[in-house]
């Protein structure tokens, strides 16, 4: 029997508005971060939480196959901490901070393209012996969807730690006109290829590293969300430009492609494409060099979930080409005592080493949502709870050259 006209109507009708709502959702919650949850300002507490002695880190050492690259997920840790409580601002750091732009030069009988904003950090301390003969190191911040470079600088901290350490700190800044919500196109083919905002982000470095005194075999790149997928790409990209790769929350590398595709990764990862978008790379570069990398990764996050960190494990072991016999160190970090005035979430490292260099470093946070580690909890997509993730990639850093 044939089914009347006006039920097939009201039927596309019906698909026509599910496809509306999830068009609907994708707009709201794709590439932007979820700032951690804040509290209300709280009056006097009854009573502090008793101070509980810091339990040692449980440290052990075991050797295994490489070509998995499979963290094993935390242990049960302490309750999880209450929200953060907002707090006042820290004064800027003493160094200097400019404001600039990357243009490059048209082409032979074509206008001028896009060009790219951006801010630098200059440390007031002044540099040591070494630096004097060399350059100071440089470190490219790439900041999420729905941030400023400004405030990205801001809710990391990072120049603070920056000016002790004698960093000169780059922030490169997508503008609203390229994207809406200033994500960095990570999910473009032809962006993962080289092109588009990365040709622009290279172009930043290369103009900083020849107006200052900068350390070409101390130049590292790191983001958050987004800003980690660019960072990803860049580095990948440009391999010999970086002594080493620090990503927070990121997605895997190599597939979405489009909007929808996107979202995808973040929710399930990208398993069918994680080792041959490596392949290709190597593919593109028969002389890749070692590209040390760190991984940071909130185990509550629910925008880019954990299977992203899982499948990026992967793809350092396929690009550093880790022999089967890699020794991973794995190192478990308690929580704070709650209520504490510095609470901290439970963590644990992974460390990858060959030889004497350790080429890819794992921390898992547990209770951490999809926001930097350690940051300005009075600042939108930052979680005031340990461990430090600014301090973690600098002493990561801190460890690698590039040769």
């Known amino acids: 029997m044939v089914k009347p006209a006006s039920k097939w109507l009201r039927g596309l009708l019906r698909a026509g508005k599910a496809q509306q709502r999830t068009a609907t959702r994708l707009a709201k919650v794709l590439f932007g971060p979820v700032p951690a949850p804040r509290s209300k300002p709280r009056s006097k507490p009854a009573a502090k939480a008793a101070a509980k002695p810091r339990a040692r880190p449980v440290r052990e050492t075991v050797a295994r196959s490489a070509v998995p690259a499979l963290v094993p997920a935390l242990g049960p840790f302490a309750t999880p901490l209450p929200p953060p409580r907002v707090r006042k601002r820290a004064s800027p750091a003493p160094g200097k901070w400019l404001a600039a ?34 350059g100071r190191p440089l470190l490219v911040m ?87 997928g660019m960072a990803h790409i860049v580095a990948l990209n440009h391999p010999h430009l970086f002594a080493a790769l620090g990503l927070h929350s990121g997605p895997v590398f190599g597939a979405g492609h489009n909007l929808i595709g996107a979202l995808h990764v973040m929710q399930h990862g990208a398993a069918a494409r994680m080792d041959a978008a490596i392949d290709e790379v190597l593919a593109r ?46 190192q478990r970090l308690p929580a704070g005592a709650a209520g504490g005035r510095t609470p901290a979430h439970a963590y644990a490292l992974h460390d990858y080493q060959v030889g004497k260099q350790v080429l890819l470093r794992v921390a898992q946070v547990e209770h951490l949502e999809h926001a930097w580690s350690g940051g300005d909890a009075s600042l939108p997509f930052n979680d005031k709870a340990k461990p430090d993730a600014s301090k973690l990639l600098l002493d990561f850093f801190a460890t690698q050259r590039r040769g």
């Not at 393209?113 to 301390?125: A, H, N, T």
């Not at 982000?201 to 987004?226: L, N, W």
């Not at 590209?291 to 509550?300: F, N």
């Open 101 to 134: 732009h990357y243009a490059p030069l048209p082409e032979l009988g074509q206008l001028p393209g896009r060009r790219l904003s951006y801010f630098l950090y200059l440390p007031d301390k002044p540099p040591n012996v070494a630096m004097r003969s060399r």
């Open 285 to 330: 570069q028969p002389a890749f060099p070692r590209l040390p990398t760190m991984l940071i990764q909130g185990q509550s996050d629910k925008v880019v979930r954990p299977v992203n960190q899982t499948q990026l494990v992967r793809q350092s072991v396929r690009v550093n080409r880790m022999p089967a016999d890699t020794v991973v160190t794995a």
């Open 142 to 228: 790439l900041h999420g969807c729905e941030q400023s470079a400004t405030q990205f600088a801001e809710g990391t901290r990072m120049n603070r730690l920056a000016e002790r350490k004698g960093y000169a700190v780059l922030y490169p800044q997508q503008s609203l006109r390229s994207h809406a919500r200033r994500c960095w196109k990570w999910y473009d083919k032809p962006t993962q290829d080289g092109g588009g905002d990365a040709r622009l982000i290279v172009g930043a470095i290369e103009q900083v590293a020849a107006r200052y005194a900068i350390d070409r075999a101390r130049i590292y790149i790191c983001g958050i969300s987004a800003g980690a």
